[in-house]
């Protein structure tokens, strides 16, 4: 049986993780893993998540951007870059406070029940002349291209893009050409 990945910092704070795990089970979310943490959900959308990190565990909101935070306890995580995840944040066993937590949990369950949540905004093709010229002289690449999904066209858009000389631009069009008719995305080796 294959061992399931877990955080490599939850065993740094197993007992308090399961004291958190405690006071969520008195609701109805369910628990799971997923990306090799724990998740609760309802009616299978992600809800809340526990994990352990080096100098604090947390409590993490997956929509807890609309969370009214009376006790001004979330944080953005990595801000600019997370639109509605919060984390809580927890140095010790002492900080946990199980009515508080329970109420923060009622109120983004409730919130989720209501379908409050932040979309996702639909990405922009990339302008890139140099490529558009070249797909449109060769109509075997362009139906080769426009097979993938945007975000992958965008990955081949952007590496053309972005080199400065116009050599570098040939050079690379040249590099990606049999990939795009071979249908391997720029970075599929990486996935």
Request: glycine share 4%; proline share 2%; hydrophobic share 35%.
């Amino acid at each position: 049986m294959e061992e399931k990945k877990s955080w490599n910092s939850n065993d740094l704070w197993e007992d308090e993780l399961e004291i958190l795990k405690s006071i969520i089970n008195k609701t109805e979310l369910v628990e799971t893993t997923k990306w090799g943490g724990i998740v609760y959900t309802v009616n299978n959308k992600n809800v809340v998540g526990i994990g352990g990190f080096k100098s604090f565990f947390t409590i993490w909101f997956f929509n807890g951007v609309f969370l009214k935070d009376e006790l001004n306890i979330l944080v953005n995580a990595n801000e600019g870059v997370t639109k509605s995840l919060r984390q809580w944040r927890f140095s010790s066993k002492n900080d946990i406070n199980e009515n508080q937590i329970l109420t923060y949990i009622k109120e983004v369950i409730a919130n989720e029940k209501e379908g409050k949540s932040i979309k996702p905004t639909k990405k922009e093709r990339i302008i890139c002349p140099f490529l558009d010229t070249q797909l449109k002289s060769d109509k075997e690449l362009s139906i080769a291209f426009e097979n993938f999904t945007l975000s992958k066209q965008n990955e081949f858009l952007e590496y053309i893009e972005t080199a400065k000389q116009e050599k570098t631009k040939i050079t690379r069009f040249e590099k990606i050409k049999p990939m795009i008719l071979q249908n391997i995305g720029l970075n599929d080796k990486y996935r």
